[in-house]
């Protein structure tokens, strides 16, 4: 194997690509030569403060309520131990390692800006953590999301002074003293301003937002695929997504869904076989279909739409440099970037997303299952309708799934509560808000799958009519991957969960597009 590409931080923003490949895939990390320079440049002005008469808030103070005690110089080193240790108190459930992972690479970038004046050592030491895959426990509850995410910045920080729990590259749970002696590194003793710089940060928030937009966008794709398979197996049209239907309502979106349909469509002996008329775009025995097929696009659409505006958000917050107080010049300011208000808008928006592209995919697996509206197939698609159930109880599946999501699209950014004697008295809750959208976007990813699952089973039973070649080309993956075809009754879990990791990996979308290229 190829040793994996290093992925350099700098005082620039890092790419979405960038976070994935350190979080989910374990890339390294190295610091460049500017980034460097700029700490040490900021350091400087942190030093020299430290050593002023005058306080300073986070460098010579105390902090949040009690930010109107000065500390005096031989107790600084106690104070930023102090805060790490008191801040890390999270509790709950281990959080997922790539979100550890982001979270780390987001505020090691920030450190990179120049803007919060800890020592190169420090940051060295956050970049070799990444690299040697040394992963500190961060507990699921703990964040307000206002100064940041500072439970959970704090567990990490922790693990830089040599205390707390970690996981080492092999996922072994131990100490992190351990970890770094096994490694060949060395904790740090956290100076004057280091502890606030390294736990005041959107951070865990932002990299739970880059990695759901990064996913969405895929499963978006993965459930045009679905409404594909389902539009032809319930001998709906295709006319519905011309172009020029899109053009009246110029949605970005809602033409790139809509073009892609038209483009998994094409060739569809099952689509032609319905039409009539010398140009072959009449539709026989229908005027028109249920809204769950024909508006799809508008759905899909409307959904992709707010993914690009969750992702120009999250552009701009990469591109920010969240502390408090930070290094403007040769000062140190006291601001507000740190509220977590423009990151938690959009997660919630998208679990609105998720909950609402899960919604018409269920609809349209249902569809399936009935005589009344399935124009010829068997009642629950069952092999021996009475005997067999088919796959009825896989939409029960479905509608659990969705009613939960409809649950979690419920705003957690709107339910500020106060804390710290009321200095911090209005808070984000984006940390909620991201943990609630990587349930919905599994949740997505499972009623999609179910739903490929189910109109596959369709368009086997339209045979001998043949679907498209691109949908064809998903009912073989299945089929490939141990999905028997129509037949009586079997325990569909296993199915089911092959289905999902099918389409968690991209690989329903990649088949789709060895056809007819890539989606839009």
């Not at 998994?264 to 769950?292: F, W």
């Not at 696009?297 to 993914?307: I, K, L, S, Y």
Request: hydrophobic content about 45%; glycine content about 8%; overall charge negative.
């Amino acid at each position: 194997m190829e040793p994996m590409k290093t992925i350099h931080v700098g005082v620039g923003p890092v790419s979405f690509e960038d976070l994935v490949s350190v979080a989910r895939d374990g890339a390294p990390v190295a610091l460049t030569d500017e980034a460097l320079a700029a700490v040490d440049r900021a350091r400087g002005v942190v030093e020299a403060l430290a050593a002023a008469e005058t306080p300073t808030y986070g460098v010579s103070t105390g902090f949040g309520a009690l930010a109107t005690r000065h500390i005096p110089t031989e107790m600084r080193a106690q104070l930023q131990r102090s805060l790490v240790r008191s801040h890390a108190a999270g509790s709950g459930p281990e959080v997922e390692r790539e979100v550890v992972r982001a979270l780390m690479l987001l505020r090691l970038s920030t450190l990179a800006t120049g803007h919060t004046g800890v020592r190169r050592e420090t940051a060295q030491l956050m970049a070799d953590l990444l690299s040697h895959g040394i992963t500190p426990v961060v507990r699921e509850h703990g964040s307000l999301g206002c100064s940041g995410d500072l439970a959970p910045l704090s567990h990490c920080a922790l693990a830089l002074m040599g205390e707390g729990e970690v996981r080492d590259a092999s996922g072994t749970l131990l100490p992190a003293a351990e970890a770094l002696a096994a490694a060949g590194l060395a904790p740090v003793e956290l100076a004057a301003k280091e502890g606030l710089a390294l736990i005041n940060g959107t951070d865990g928030m932002l990299g739970m937002l880059v990695m759901a937009i990064t996913d969405l966008r895929m499963l978006l794709r993965t459930a045009d695929v679905a409404a594909a398979m389902s539009v032809e197996g319930q001998l709906g049209t295709d006319r519905v997504f011309a172009p020029e239907l899109q053009a009246i309502r110029p949605h970005p979106g809602q033409a790139l869904s809509a073009a892609n349909l038209t483009s998994l469509m094409a060739g569809s002996a099952i689509v032609a076989s319905h039409r009539t008329g010398p140009d072959n775009s009449v539709e026989c025995n229908k005027v028109q279909d249920a809204y769950s097929l024909r508006c799809s696009p508008q759905v899909h659409g409307a959904a992709r739409d707010t993914v690009e505006h969750a992702a120009t958000v999250a552009g701009r917050e990469l591109a920010s440099a969240i502390d408090n107080p930070v290094v403007i010049g040769d000062r140190v300011e006291s601001n507000g970037n740190f509220h977590g208000a423009p990151v938690a808008y959009v997660l919630d928006f998208l679990a609105i997303v998720a909950a609402d592209v899960a919604s018409i995919s269920e609809r349209r697996t249902d569809r399936f299952l009935d005589r009344a509206r399935s124009h010829g197939l068997p009642p629950f698609l069952a092999s021996d309708p009475g005997v067999d159930s088919g796959h009825m109880i896989a939409q029960y599946t479905q509608a659990a799934i969705v009613s939960e999501l409809k649950r979690l699209a419920v705003p957690a950014s709107v339910d500020s509560i106060p804390s710290s004697a009321m200095q911090e008295d209005h808070v984000s809750m984006g940390w909620g808000a991201a943990r609630k959208l990587r349930r919905a976007v599994d949740g997505l990813s499972r009623v999609v799958a179910v739903e490929v699952l189910t109109a596959a089973r369709a368009l086997d039973l339209r045979a001998p009519l043949a679907p498209s070649p691109a949908t064809a080309a998903v009912v073989a993956l299945l089929r490939r991957s141990g999905i028997d075809g129509p037949g009586p009754d079997r325990h569909l879990s296993p199915e089911i969960e092959t289905a999902v990791s099918l389409v968690q990996s991209g690989a329903v979308l990649a088949a789709a597009e060895s056809v007819i290229g890539e989606l839009q």
